[in-house]
């Protein structure tokens, strides 16, 4: 009987340690999961923008949300253009009225998978009258075939190379800086800047639920903070 009580007391007094240990890990598993959540959410929003895929948009897209922050950014973008342009063109004051005009056409095209695509590769909206959001790439390379007929005939002296033809240069954009993190507990933005001296702008995720993220909003023409304190 002593024994018996011995081994039992053995058993219980390794298994709670145990226990304990599990609980630990499981703790700490779950605060790293929660702390990457906006981050695995980020780049599933990404793919499912960049593949056009509006079913898993749905899961990552608040669209009411991100329609009404569309439209209160461009409308106070377009106010901040009329305040601009009245003292120093008319004509520019007349084309920002028209663009003011057309905000709702533009909200609908960007509150879409290709506007979804656009603001998470670096292409907000500028407020143009008509403006919409960037064609997705091409999904293919052409057929080797076509690439043969395009190719340039091989020389007729097979002792001299073929030089490539002289293709025009084209200035390229700035790339455009990417950061990310967290701006409280339930707020997640993504920056966009081009350089020190550009504007910049943000896509702002919300938590929904414990470990889910949305996009939720944006912030057009955000002033960099090192440019505004000079």
């Given amino acids: 009987m002593t024994d018996i009580q011995t081994h039992s007391r053995k058993q219980a007094g390794w298994r709670k340690p145990v226990a304990i240990a599990v609980v630990a890990v499981a703790v700490v598993a779950a605060l790293g999961y929660g702390y990457a959540s906006p981050y695995l959410a980020l780049n599933h929003l990404k793919a499912a923008a960049d593949a ?69 590769s670096g292409m907000p909206p500028t407020g143009q009258p008509g403006e919409r959001p960037a064609p997705p790439p091409p999904s293919s390379a052409p057929p080797a075939a076509q690439q043969a007929e395009s190719a340039p005939p091989a020389p007729s002296n097979p002792g001299t190379q073929a030089q490539p033809p002289q293709q025009p240069q084209e200035q390229e954009q700035p790339r455009a800086q990417t950061s990310a993190g967290y701006r409280g507990l339930n707020t997640f933005a993504v920056t966009w800047q081009r350089s020190a001296s550009s504007e910049r702008y943000a896509a702002i995720l919300q938590r929904h639920g414990l470990f889910s993220w949305k996009l939720s909003a944006v912030e057009l023409n955000e002033p960099s903070t090192s440019n505004a304190s000079n």
């Fill in 52 to 120: 056009r895929d509006a079913v898993a948009l749905n899961e990552y897209v608040d669209y009411p949300a991100l329609r009404s922050s569309l439209k209160q950014q461009v409308g106070e973008m377009l106010q901040r253009r009329i305040e601009a342009a009245h003292a120093s063109n008319p004509l520019a004051l007349f084309g920002a009225m028209i663009g003011t005009a057309l905000i709702g056409p533009l909200v609908d095209a960007y509150a879409t998978p290709d506007g979804v695509a656009a603001l998470l």
